[in-house]
């Protein structure tokens, strides 16, 4: 086997863009459930959370996950629209075409930015005010994290959504004969998580 | 009497660079069956002999006709008025050569793109011409023939926002003539070179499966699904030393003639 030049390397990247995708986008739906125990119960939340520090799960998967992100922004970067002009031709494009798969790809851009920036806050607000459970949840969101969590929650659903559709797309995993009712189904995945995302802010609001 | 279109059409002459792009109205009466191409050339008859579009079957096979209408790329052949409204904006179709009004040369284009994926059968054999036809499975030309359905009409490159923003990309077109090449036996091209052709950002990595190419082909053709296709042995490709072999084989899904 011929040795991979660093050109060659450099294809790589979109396995990598795809599997750390994939990847976060299982840690996120993962998540989403274990945080969504709150509306079953705040003690089987606290259990869950209290279980996870003990064995080190959520000190090691934090940082983990944090350098997961950069990393699948960093490699997905090299397509997003910010090179000179590329932004107004593509919303331009977008705008006359409309086609809303066109149009979500946007959607995915600004959302990478708020995931970008908000899970870094998002973790250092959990993190730095350990051990993790409901009242101190509680406690944060009464502080003014309810306004963060507002636009964090729906676009982290939103960005897993539409990439785990486009991975599935991109890869031919998802023919244009079964596209409309995949398309169904990630749409009705994504509602069900943000109501069971806003159903969990709000338990732990009136905690 | 039928309705009272009015078309915005785009004007301009590169061979004119004095007189500035324009948008030019022209109404005409609706008739039945019509289509733009019909209308088009009604417009050029009667009201104005300098407007310029290309057209050649009428019959969506030559892929001519190509433009972009009310924003979504479309043959002017295979579309008829009474599936727009009163009001049609024309526009040449983007990323290629304007050659006036509505005309591009999507020819240079086709033809770059066909050197750089060496759009051609690659074999070692011999060409005997007093030699028989060799025999191919049914099933398989029909495979390659659903390939070779594409009119290079642009459509699906106008409508890429990939292709819009990154001009060395080569379009989901070009990736599925090199599929056709890849499933036929005849083409004696491994994996590993049809990799070195596409398996860049340029090529199949490059798509960010926007699916507009898939959603504006006049031809149907399931332009994406052969993309991931490719997309998929490219990516086992670049991978393949870091893959078990065995998840490679299941992975590749494409075809077993040069598995």
């Known amino acids: 086997m011929n040795p991979r030049t660093p050109a060659e390397i450099?294809?790589?990247?979109?396995?990598?863009?795809?599997?750390?995708?994939?990847?976060?986008?299982?840690?996120?739906?993962?998540?989403?459930?274990?945080?969504?125990s709150v509306v079953i119960s705040p003690v089987v939340t606290d259990f869950i959370g209290d279980w996870m520090e003990k064995i080190y799960v959520?000190?090691?998967?934090?940082?983990?996950?944090?350098?997961?992100?950069?990393?699948?922004f960093w490699i997905a970067a090299r397509k997003m629209p910010f090179r000179k002009g590329e932004l107004t031709i593509f919303t331009q494009h977008s705008m006359a075409l409309k086609d809303v798969d066109t149009a979500l790809w946007i959607v995915q851009v600004f959302t990478a930015i708020v995931i970008l920036f908000g899970a870094f806050f998002h973790v250092y607000g959990v993190m730095s005010q350990m051990p993790l459970t409901v009242e101190k949840s509680h406690i944060r969101l009464h502080e003014g994290w309810i306004l963060f969590y507002t636009v964090f929650l729906p676009c982290t659903i939103l960005h897993t959504g539409i990439g785990m559709y486009r991975i599935g797309v991109k890869y031919g995993l998802i023919s244009k004969a079964r596209?409309?009712?995949?398309?169904?189904?990630?749409?009705?995945?994504?509602?069900?998580?943000?109501?069971?995302?806003?159903?969990?802010?709000?338990?732990?609001?009136?905690? | 009497m039928g309705r009272e279109l009015t078309f915005e059409i785009f004007r301009y002459n590169p061979a004119q660079p004095d007189i500035e792009p324009r948008m030019q109205t022209y109404t005409l009466e609706e008739t039945p069956s019509m289509t733009l191409f019909i209308a088009l050339n009604k417009i050029r008859e009667e009201q104005d002999p300098t407007l310029q579009f290309d057209f050649c079957c009428r019959a969506g096979i030559c892929g001519?006709?190509?433009?972009?209408?009310?924003?979504?790329?479309?043959?002017?052949?295979?579309?008829?008025?009474?599936?727009?409204?009163?009001?049609?904006?024309?526009?040449?179709?983007?990323?290629?050569?304007?050659?006036?009004?509505?005309?591009?040369?999507?020819?240079?284009?086709?033809?770059?793109?066909?050197?750089?994926?060496?759009?051609?059968?690659?074999?070692?054999?011999?060409?005997?011409?007093?030699?028989?036809?060799?025999?191919?499975?049914?099933?398989?030309?029909?495979?390659?023939?659903?390939?070779?359905?594409?009119?290079?009409?642009?459509?699906?490159?106008a409508a890429c926002g990939t292709a819009r923003m990154?001009?060395?990309?080569?379009?989901?077109?070009?990736?599925?003539?090199?599929?056709?090449?890849?499933?036929?036996?005849?083409?004696?091209?491994?994996?590993?070179?049809?990799?070195?052709?596409?398996?860049?950002?340029?090529?199949?990595?490059?798509c960010m499966g926007l699916l507009a190419?898939?959603?504006?082909?006049?031809?149907?053709?399931?332009?994406?699904?052969?993309l991931g296709i490719m997309r998929r042995m490219a990516t086992v490709e670049s991978v393949k030393a870091i893959i078990p072999d065995f998840i490679r084989k299941k992975l590749t899904g494409c075809k077993s003639v040069k598995a």
């Open chain 1, 10 to 36: 450099r294809s790589r990247l979109d396995f990598w863009q795809a599997f750390s995708g994939a990847l976060l986008a299982v840690f996120v739906c993962c998540h989403l459930i274990l945080e969504g």
């Open chain 1, 58 to 72: 959520a000190q090691i998967v934090a940082p983990v996950i944090l350098a997961l992100i950069l990393f699948h």
């Open chain 1, 179 to 207: 596209r409309k009712i995949w398309r169904a189904i990630i749409w009705i995945g994504m509602g069900c998580y943000l109501i069971l995302g806003c159903c969990a802010l709000t338990r732990v609001w009136f905690y």
């Open chain 2, 64 to 157: 001519s006709c190509g433009m972009v209408i009310n924003g979504v790329p479309g043959l002017a052949c295979h579309t008829q008025t009474k599936d727009l409204p009163d009001k049609i904006t024309l526009h040449p179709l983007p990323v290629f050569k304007l050659l006036g009004d509505l005309s591009v040369d999507t020819g240079v284009w086709f033809r770059n793109v066909g050197g750089k994926i060496e759009s051609w059968i690659h074999t070692k054999k011999k060409f005997d011409p007093e030699a028989q036809e060799e025999r191919m499975d049914n099933a398989l030309a029909n495979q390659i023939f659903e390939l070779d359905r594409c009119v290079e009409c642009g459509c699906c490159v």
């Open chain 2, 166 to 206: 990154r001009e060395d990309f080569i379009g989901a077109t070009a990736i599925n003539r090199l599929a056709r090449f890849y499933i036929d036996p005849r083409d004696n091209r491994d994996a590993a070179d049809f990799y070195d052709l596409i398996g860049d950002d340029n090529g199949v990595f490059g």
């Open chain 2, 213 to 226: 190419c898939d959603n504006v082909c006049p031809k149907q053709i399931p332009l994406h699904d052969q």
